[in-house]
């Protein structure tokens, strides 16, 4: 019999090694994103049929995206919270840039052309903005004063201000409610929610005198699009007709009319779900609305196992930034809410957005492996 070496049990294999930084995904919500997936493939090819190269380039966003997933799921929140200051500091940048010298597309100004490509650095706010908040709040933990809040209020509303001046309603929205998902999960008094509430209530007037005429009209469409059937009610009007005609259990795959036929606009981008809708009836929405509810469910679970202050905030804030972006597009779909924007995640063609919800996706896995046994 051979004599090992010492230590030699103890030596790890080269698997081993790499292991941690291969697998890092959360299974949970690896299998409900996959089932995802799967239904956004399927979708975007009878969407896309008459577009060539928009079910690729949907193939090519997906991957991108689970790149950059597994990316931030392999990076330690550590990691994270040191770069959270330079993020948001160069994204406020951007915007000021935007507001200076961007350039304007369809009246609006939300693009940098930096010579190969155009970017447009609202998207980065979307992350960048917990981020801050919830390093901010860390840095801060055990000794919150009541003028922390408004701190961190300020540090949200330059960016949700620059964005809105773009102007930009739905990305503007997003960023909001992404970092006011930190400052309430961090301790915010519900008479302070309440206040706010009643306040924005009395605001309404003036909220309204301040906006711009075409999101008035979205909202004047939203109350009845019928008195504009071949201009701005023309997408709410088409979509919910698609939405009723899938009935229980649809038309079935590729057999969409209003798709086909192309009456339902943006069909491949914010309409995607009444293209869904019409091909796969309430039993498919019903589905597509679990596997959504099992993704927020399992992060919501991640928040609460956080290993610190910094962890908990910001996975309680992607989480439910999810929730925003499936309740407004879903909302607005349907014609409940006005059109401004959103995407459904996981669904909607677009790559920088596909790669905003990879990367919120991965750092929630990231939260996860790395929590600690002792809770701070």
């Known amino acids: 019999m051979s004599r090992l070496a010492p230590g030699s049990l103890d030596k790890p294999t080269p698997f081993e090694l790499i292991r941690p ?3 890092v995904f959360d299974r949970s919500l690896m299998m409900a994103l996959s089932a995802v997936v799967v239904i956004s493939l399927a979708t975007q090819y009878s969407a896309g049929f008459d577009f060539p190269g928009r079910f690729e380039g949907h193939v090519r966003n997906l991957l991108v995206a689970f790149v950059v997933m597994w990316v931030a799921a392999a990076t330690p929140p550590s990691l994270l919270m040191k770069i959270a200051v330079p993020i948001y500091a160069v994204g406020v940048a951007l915007l000021l840039a935007v507001a200076l010298v961007g350039v304007t597309n369809k009246g609006a100004q939300r693009w940098l052309d930096i010579g190969l490509t155009r970017i447009q650095p609202s998207e980065v706010l979307k992350l960048a903005t917990p981020l801050m908040l919830a390093w901010y709040f860390q840095q801060r933990e055990g000794t919150l004063r009541w003028y922390d809040f408004m701190i961190a209020a300020l540090l949200l509303l ?9 102007p930009d309603l739905g990305t503007a929205i997003l960023v909001l409610a992404a970092g006011a998902y930190v400052i309430f999960f961090a301790g915010l008094s519900w008479k302070v929610i309440i206040g706010l509430g009643v306040a924005a209530v009395a605001a309404l007037p003036l909220i309204w005198m301040g906006m711009h005429d075409y999101q008035r009209q979205r909202v004047l469409t939203l109350i009845d699009p019928t008195a504009d059937p071949l201009g701005k009610g023309f997408h709410i009007i088409q979509s919910t ?4 005609s899938g009935g229980l259990f649809g038309k079935g795959w590729m057999q969409g009319t209003q798709t086909h036929l192309e009456f339902i606009p943006e069909r491949t981008t914010d309409f995607i779900l009444a293209v869904f809708s019409e091909e796969f009836g309430l039993f498919g929405i ?4 679990l596997l959504y509810l099992a993704i927020i469910l399992r992060g919501l679970v991640i928040a609460g196992s956080g ?3 910094f962890g908990r905030l910001l996975a309680g804030s992607i989480t439910l930034s999810f929730f925003t972006y499936c309740f407004v597009n879903m909302g607005m779909v349907i014609g409940i809410l006005p059109v401004v924007g959103v995407p459904l995640p996981w669904m909607s063609y677009g790559g920088t957005a596909m ?3 990879g990367l919120g996706m991965g750092m929630l896995m990231s939260i996860h492996r790395h929590r600690t046994l002792v809770q701070s």
């Open 286 to 289: 019903a589905i597509l609305t």
């Open 241 to 244: 007709i698609a939405v009723g």
């Open 21 to 23: 930084y291969v697998f």
């Open 355 to 357: 790669m905003t919800l």
């Open 307 to 309: 290993g610190s202050t």
């Open 158 to 166: 330059v960016p949700v201000g620059l964005i809105i001046k773009q």
